[in-house]
């Protein structure tokens, strides 16, 4: 048995030789390593040999085939460069051809830029970033948040209602998410959520039909308008610098109770008073509060035991704010002038 195994090593290696063709090199090596190959059928007397004498000739039967397979993937790797410069010579290059013209390279839009930047910063104080779906349900965008179908609130946010389908609504604010991440998330929860919202509006240089905020929601024990504080002003002073200060009014939301307005002083005036503050010397860029008891129930959220707060930025109006951009309708105009200035 054991001058067969090597015969069968012999011969492979005799006709590997030959052949320079993946097709005719595959089959031979079937011939010889298949299940019905020269291989096997040497080893067919195998089972009837003493132990000693199977251990000698099994250690054989490995050596024989990985020379086999050696030599294949030899043969293999000669075949396949032969046939690429067998291709490379019927091509041609002509070297006095005009250099190519590199494609110019595209940038971020502002508000991505921005954004990123924001996520950068939530995620350092350990918030996750979270999303919504833009095509709503009237329950998730206003009922939910405690603004009931006759609640006089839903004028405040006129919205796009989708033909056909009852009952959903394109999402006026980032709002909802709140209800939908304390359902997927649970308690505790530090989370924001950018993304785009759509407004039934007359378009001007403040208010675009399409426009981007950023929720941010924060749930645990014992949370209070101190944290909600905190953190606001920490996001007003990395975009407008270190003296920047906050200021909260109150303000009605029906989601959250206290509502407020946030304002940060003005960055060109320093607070002085000026053409872009309107002399007030205060900048309004966010509207926030403790999350209302009845958006945590229905969020699961029991409000004997945990409390929040809740924020929704206006992105757009932020990034006008940082750059002085003074028409929002830039933003989505698609005009390369505007674009290559970011
Ligand atoms: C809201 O949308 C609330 N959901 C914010 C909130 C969240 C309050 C959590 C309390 C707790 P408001 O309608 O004021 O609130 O809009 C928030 C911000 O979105 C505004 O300050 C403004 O910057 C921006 N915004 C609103 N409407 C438009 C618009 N048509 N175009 C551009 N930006 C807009």
């Not at 299940?35 to 039967?61: F, H, T, W």
């Not at 509006?201 to 909600?228: K, P």
């Not at 504080?229 to 206290?258: D, S």
Request: glycine residues 10%; contains cysteine.
């Amino acid at each position: 048995m054991k001058e067969q195994l090597q015969h069968v090593k012999k011969d492979f290696l005799h006709l590997v030789a030959k052949v320079t063709d993946r097709d005719a090199l595959e089959q031979l090596k079937t011939e010889f390593l298949g299940r019905r190959g020269k291989l096997n059928a040497a080893m067919k007397d195998m089972a009837s040999l003493a132990q000693e004498e199977r251990k000698l000739v099994g250690a054989m039967v490995n050596e024989v085939k990985e020379a086999i397979e050696t030599a294949y993937a030899e043969a293999i790797e000669m075949a396949s460069k032969a046939s690429l410069a067998s291709k490379a010579s019927g091509e041609w290059i002509d070297v006095t051809q005009p250099e190519m013209t590199s494609h110019p390279k595209g940038h971020l839009h502002p508000i991505t830029q921005v954004r990123e930047d924001l996520e950068d910063l939530f995620t350092s104080m350990g918030f996750i970033v979270a999303d919504g779906p833009q095509m709503e349900s009237d329950f998730f965008n206003f009922t939910a948040l405690n603004i009931p179908p006759t609640h006089p609130a839903r004028d405040m946010q006129d919205t796009f209602y989708v033909k056909g389908h009852e009952g959903v609504v394109m999402r006026t604010h980032t709002s909802p998410v709140q209800i939908r991440g304390m359902r997927e998330y649970g308690v505790p929860l530090r989370m924001i959520v950018p993304g785009r919202c759509f407004r039934n509006e007359a378009t001007d240089v403040r208010h675009e039909h399409t426009l981007h905020q950023i929720e941010g929601v924060v749930v645990d024990r014992g949370i209070s308008f101190a944290h909600l504080k905190g953190v606001l002003e920490a996001v007003g002073k990395h975009l407008y610098g270190q003296e920047t200060k906050i200021r909260l009014r109150p303000k009605f939301y029906p989601f959250v109770e206290p509502g407020v307005n946030g304002e940060v002083t003005c960055y060109l005036c320093k607070g002085d008073g000026c053409r872009l503050c309107k002399k007030s010397g205060w900048l309004e860029v966010f509207g926030a509060g403790m999350i209302h008891p009845n958006v945590l129930r229905e969020g699961g959220v029991d409000p004997q035991t945990h409390s929040g707060f809740a924020f929704g930025f206006g992105l757009m109006r932020l990034v006008m704010l940082k750059y002085g951009i003074d028409d929002i309708r830039l933003f989505e105009s698609g005009d390369l002038r505007f674009l290559n200035q970011f």
